[in-house]
């Protein structure tokens, strides 16, 4: 069973292109969140737990057939935010390591060859695993990279699940890899039929999650899946609380419960948090200020394309209903305020505009757990949040249905 195709070549292009879709549909993605979205394979199983009840912690034995210039091999993996490395030296093609961890975690084994170093995290000969508190054994040939591995139900569970996700990636990287030179009306015609496949893939990740409230990887799967941008939060809650309690208590049960919290606040129906931040003149600026009229509150940012393709719509519903008893707050993620003064500008938009310049650690964004830009809350003029995430034709209709 090849564990390091579940990591490096299936679940990375999964979520690589579905990355590639959000971004042609518009979602601009966290810097870090496609790295998180990579890492959200980790995982375990209760069932396993109680089978290796006896074990005090991991035991990891490799064997290289065919690769007689392998020096040493280097162990790594994050627990708890910190990180972990140990070291084994090859000895006649043979490496081992012991150890402990609270919960099964993703690893990584490094490979050196002859007198070289390993390149740092991301590159040369790497394995990518998971580590759980068992007899973990795996075999390669030449390179660590294509290394079977055993002992690990963790392992052959994501095998499995990668078994039905991978033909639908390959189309995906097929349909993508035929797009070029193509017309605009033919590349909207092969996103739709991408996002065929990304629903299907969305849905037997899904199906997994239901199917295994026993396992560490179903939560883990949970993050990815059923926390993606929109999620209703209510539905989310009654999926997590499936799950066995000592998973809800694990940092990753507590990391969902905090988001469904969050979601939970922002929900369409619940009174907007009221937040104060600096317009461009360095005053501060109240949400609750504008308690009486309906208003857009618009998360973007200058570096974000799709937030600037998006702007034209903006500017068309402002002047449509600007005398309307409507606003629009544009909530910027911008670092720097030159940026950020010259996007307004040039882009032609004259409602508020605030910011605090600090990126992604933008307060109000992280109040209202935002993730990727753009995207929106439409509030009445009681402060009550009526829709989120409008764009496009489907701004100005709701719009237009309101006024």
């Not at 069932?47 to 162990?75: C, H, R, V, W």
């Not at 795996?138 to 990279?145: F, G, L, Q, W």
């Not at 600090?358 to 439409?378: F, G």
């Amino acid at each position: 069973m090849k564990s390091s195709s579940i990591k490096n070549s299936t679940m990375k292009r999964i979520d690589h292109n579905l990355s590639e879709i959000l971004n042609a549909q518009g979602a601009f993605p966290r810097p870090f969140l496609l790295l998180a979205i990579i890492l959200m394979t980790i995982g375990a199983c209760k069932e396993e737990k109680k089978e290796d009840a006896n074990l005090d912690g991991y035991s990891i034995t490799g064997t290289l057939q065919e690769s007689p210039d392998a020096t040493l091999a280097i162990l790594s993996y994050k627990q708890n935010d910190s990180t972990f490395r140990d070291s084994s030296v090859v000895n006649q093609g043979k490496f081992s390591f012991q150890g402990k961890v609270e919960h099964p975690v993703n690893a990584m084994i490094f490979l050196r060859h002859g007198d070289s170093s390993p390149e740092p995290e991301w590159k040369g000969d790497i394995f990518h695993f998971y580590i759980e508190n068992s007899d973990i054994r795996m075999v390669a040939t030449d390179s660590i990279k294509h290394a079977n591995i055993e002992g690990s139900m963790l392992n052959e569970e994501s095998f499995k699940l990668s078994q039905q996700v991978s033909p639908l990636t390959d189309e995906i990287i097929a349909l993508q890899n035929r797009m070029k030179g193509r017309t605009k009306e033919q590349i909207m015609v092969t996103y739709d039929t991408i996002q065929i496949y990304v629903d299907s893939i969305r849905k037997i990740r899904h199906d997994f999650i239901v199917a295994h409230p026993h396992s560490y990887k179903a939560l883990e799967e949970f993050t990815s899946v059923e926390l993606r941008k929109g999620f209703d939060a209510r539905e989310a809650e009654v999926l997590f609380y499936k799950f066995d309690e000592d998973l809800q208590n694990t940092a990753t049960g507590k990391f969902i419960l905090d988001k469904i919290a969050i979601g939970k606040k922002t929900a369409i129906g619940q009174e907007a948090m009221d937040f104060t931040q600096k317009n461009l003149d360095g005053e501060d600026f109240k949400l609750s200020s504008l308690r009486g009229k309906y208003v857009l509150i618009d998360f973007w940012a200058a570096w974000c394309k799709p937030c600037r393709a998006e702007n034209p719509n903006l500017v068309k519903a402002y002047n449509t209903y600007k005398d309307q008893n409507f606003e629009i707050v544009g909530v910027s993620l911008d670092a720097s305020k030159e940026q950020w003064k010259n996007a307004i500008e040039k882009d032609g938009l004259p409602w508020i505009h605030v910011s605090d310049l600090q990126y992604w650690k933008n307060e109000v964004a992280i109040q209202y757990d935002i993730n990727s830009v753009p995207a929106n809350i439409l509030i009445d003029p009681q402060g009550i949040i009526i829709a989120k995430n409008l764009r496009g034709e489907a701004l100005n209709e709701y719009l237009s249905q309101l006024f």
